[in-house]
């Protein structure tokens, strides 16, 4: 028997490609040399450079004679292409509670409301070019006065939209008990106020799309840098006027993604497309990493008010949070990433009465949409500095307060009595958080860190220790669905309509089908982000690709097996259930020699008239079959494939533990890390050491964020920092060398594999764990992340002057 490769440390298999520089990008695609009559036409885009301001006038005379320009679009000339297309884009995820959502149009009408909204798209014969013209093209503004900040926002001096009164997308409340009530009737009470700066995404490569019409099919081919293929299929299809089978989105490789191309459509996903179709000519549009900075999508800022009513032990009476959370200036991705904060800042706790309210404000500023994580850090932020507050205030141990918190293992499935970003009910489906904060705490060294403290002290250094729960819902719906096609050549190819971005899928996807389907790993191969082999899909994001498309693959692995059993039962005369798949070959248990391959199976599956090679003359008409039955049958079809799709009632939840151990320097006030601790439940493992990558990423993007990584905008609403000279990202040297890692496995019961997500759990509690390690460290209250040592010498040069 093969071994099974479910929870097996496989080697990736996309990794030879990227290391040997074949990866694919889309800039890679299309290069055809310049100055052929057929050559890609380049785009670039004219951006604003004002945060707030009425366009009085556009004039482009100074480029319509340039040699070498195609085309020239501003506002105006979108509804050439069809009326949909000068319509503002989509809002993608509309909520009830978002009153005022709005979206930008594909080209600024009338207004401008950040730095980076484009304004004008140029198509010539080269980037260069391209550019050149976007600096002739020049723009009479009336300015406006720019909001810039939450503070601003809901001071509402100024408004971003004329018809949005104070600022206030949306407003939002959930409430399980009277956590007011309950918080006036505590032992004890305490109010926390906290802060999250924006920070982004950063993927090594920006986005970038390419767009090719075919006139005599009537067909569009779009390469695009996304995490929906589908997503921006269908949001082409509408703006252009075209049937969605007019529609092929090829999403290549993908450097990185966390977020920040989740959003569909980009402006230039339509743009270049719709300039295609016009010029009859390949049309490319990349994106630099100063457009990067000031026109793709943040996150993370927030302004947080905590009351907590707990009792003598610690445990939560009730919990009363009330949040602000900047939007940006345009809401395309709706109220996704504060309904994550306000109902995963619950953690693995249970307060008993809970009340959330949130305002989703707008400012001139680009827009928010997840970053990964998606709200969790800052709801985990605020919890577990929460946490950390009621320990320091009754003088006990911050472990101990959380434990009398949890929920425990038999209390499991858990209703937490609110409703998540997916619109189903917050109810946690399985986990065990007292033996993880065991295990976390042994990892870490907890018990032994007193001892250690005072002996650093002794050295004239400063060390603390902090400590960070959370839990995050993974494997959102609606569905996924996979196409699993048994070749005659034996190989499995594989096909699932979510793109990938780096995470492994090829070589996980792949251990399902070869456990299910008893072939040879290496015979398998997958492909994702294709509409062509997969059209119905929904994408990447909030951990759910293991969950989704592998419960998917999974079950038509599953359907394709069933056929195989069925065929080979037929060629070998015998029972289905006397069967056994191992290594590629169907046998006869107990009987090795009675046996057929799957690539002959798959010729078999499929009856001919014709005979094409040797191996086809096996499913001609003369050669197989029973002349007293249809060669089709009627519940069946031609070929071994099997098609599924995985819907699950809700998400599932997955859960972890960090600890860190900090040094913070006495006289410079830098923070270098001494030891990192993660303990992960992600249900049952595909493949521990992609989980462990996964974590590996996440600690490092979560180690930026905590103590590197924010956007300066100033008062005007200029990026200040909108380049790597300027936005620091931690280096190789500022991330530990050893993570320490260990695994809970408490299975998902929602899922036919018992798996949870894993992606974005590295990065959750970074704010949180690092906060509390530095507030241990130096004893200063620490209430805004990310923070700087600067920031924190500010801290201690304050307290020296209040003392």
């Not at 366009?55 to 320009?69: A, K, P, Q, R, Y």
């Not at 009830?96 to 010539?124: C, M, S, W």
């Not at 065990?432 to 032994?448: M, Q, T």
């Not at 990202?729 to 993570?739: A, C, F």
Request: charged residues 25%; contains cysteine.
């Amino acid at each position: 028997m093969t071994t099974k490769l479910m929870g097996q440390k496989v080697q990736r298999v996309e990794d030879q490609r990227f290391l040997r520089g074949q990866g694919r990008y889309v800039d890679d695609v299309a290069v055809e040399p310049p100055g052929s009559p057929r050559s890609v036409l380049h785009a670039a885009v004219l951006r604003s450079p004002h945060a707030h301001a009425r366009i009085l006038d556009i004039d482009v005379s100074d480029v319509l004679d340039v040699e070498g320009v195609h085309a020239v679009y501003t506002y105006d000339d979108l509804a050439s292409c069809t009326p949909q297309m000068a319509e503002p884009l989509p809002l993608l995820i509309p909520h009830p509670a978002l009153t005022h959502g709005r979206t930008q149009y594909a080209l600024a009408k009338d207004e401008v409301n950040y730095v980076g909204e484009a304004i004008a798209f140029v198509v010539a014969d080269d980037r260069y070019l391209a550019e050149d013209a976007v600096s002739r093209i020049r723009v009479d503004y009336e300015f406006l006065t720019p909001v810039v900040g939450i503070d601003a926002a809901r001071a509402a001096t100024a408004l971003v939209h004329d018809d949005v009164p104070g600022n206030v997308g949306a407003r939002m409340e959930q409430t399980v008990g009277d956590a007011p009530a309950a918080i006036a009737k505590a032992p004890h009470r305490l109010e926390l106020d906290l802060t999250v700066e924006r920070s982004a995404c950063m993927p090594m490569e920006g986005r970038g799309t390419v767009a090719r019409w075919d006139p005599d099919l009537s067909r569009l081919q779009l390469w695009t840098s996304t995490q929906s293929s589908t997503g921006v299929r269908a949001a082409v299809a509408v703006k252009m006027g075209l049937d969605l089978g007019q529609v092929d989105v090829i999403t290549p490789d993908v450097g990185g993604g966390f977020g920040v191309k989740i959003n569909h459509p980009w402006p230039e996903e339509l743009l270049v497309p719709m300039a295609a179709r016009a010029l009859g000519r390949t049309v490319k549009f990349t994106e630099d990493r100063r457009e990067h900075f000031i026109s793709s999508a943040h996150e993370r800022g927030q302004v947080q008010h905590i009351e907590v009513g707990f009792d003598d032990d610690g445990r939560l009476l009730g919990l009363d949070v009330e949040f602000w959370h900047d939007h940006g200036a345009f809401t395309p991705y709706g109220l996704i990433v504060p309904i994550i904060t306000s109902t995963q800042l619950l953690g693995p706790y249970k307060p008993q009465n809970y009340r959330v309210v949130f305002e989703s404000l707008y400012t001139n500023t680009v827009i928010v949409t997840p970053y990964r994580g998606a709200g969790r850090p800052q709801g985990c932020y605020a919890m577990e500095r929460t946490m950390d507050a009621i320990a320091k205030y009754l003088g006990k141990d911050r472990a101990d307060v959380r434990a009398v918190n949890f929920i425990q293992p038999d209390e499991f499935p858990y209703d937490q009595g609110l409703i998540f970003q997916d619109g189903r009910e917050l109810e946690y489906d399985s986990g065990d958080y007292p033996a993880s904060l065991e295990k976390i705490k042994k990892l870490v060294g907890w018990e032994e860190f007193p001892a250690f403290k005072a002996e650093m002290a002794a050295q004239g250094r400063k060390v603390g220790i902090g400590l960070a729960c959370y839990v995050e819902g993974t494997g959102v719906g609606p569905y996924e669905g996979a196409h699993v096609h048994i070749e005659t050549s034996g190989r499995v190819k594989v096909a699932t309509g979510l793109t990938t971005q780096g995470q492994g899928h090829a070589t996980v996807f792949a251990q399902l089908v070869a456990d299910e389907l008893g072939c040879s790993f290496e015979d398998v191969e997958v492909v994702t982000g294709d509409t062509r082999r997969m059209p119905y899909a929904v994408g990447t994001f909030a951990s759910r690709a293991a969950v989704m498309s592998g419960s998917a693959i999974h079950l038509a692995a599953k359907r394709a097996k069933e056929k195989v059993l069925k065929i080979a039962a037929e060629a070998l005369e015998a029972d289905e259930s006397d069967l056994q798949i191992v290594g590629g070959v169907v046998s006869v248990k107990g009987s090795p020699g009675t046996s057929i391959d799957l690539g002959t199976v798959s010729v078999l599956s499929n009856p001919l008239r014709y005979a094409f090679d040797e191996k086809s003359k096996a499913a001609t008409q003369f050669s197989v079959g029973d002349p007293g039955k249809p060669p089709v049958a009627e519940d069946d079809e031609p070929g071994l494939e099997g098609k599924d799709f995985y819907s699950p009632e809700r998400a599932t939840f997955a859960s972890g533990m960090h600890a860190v151990i900090v040094e913070t320097d006495p006289e410079t006030a830098e923070i270098t890390i001494l030891k990192y601790a993660v303990v992960h439940d992600c249900g049952h493992l595909i493949n521990p050491m992609i989980v462990e990558g996964q974590i590996h990423g996440g600690v490092a993007q979560g180690i930026g964020g905590a103590l590197y990584e924010r956007m300066a905008y100033d008062d005007s609403g200029q990026l200040l920092n909108a380049s790597f000279m300027d936005f620091l990202m931690p280096y190789v040297t500022e991330i530990p060398d050893g993570i320490d890692i260990d695994h809970l496995e408490t299975p998902s019961p929602l899922n036919p594999l018992g798996i949870k997500g894993a992606g974005e759990a590295g990065v959750i509690p970074s704010a949180a764990v690092f906060a509390a390690a530095i507030e241990d460290a130096e004893g200063i209250p620490i209430t805004a992340m990310p923070i700087s040592p600067s920031e924190l010498f500010t801290l201690r040069h304050s307290r020296e002057h209040s003392a």
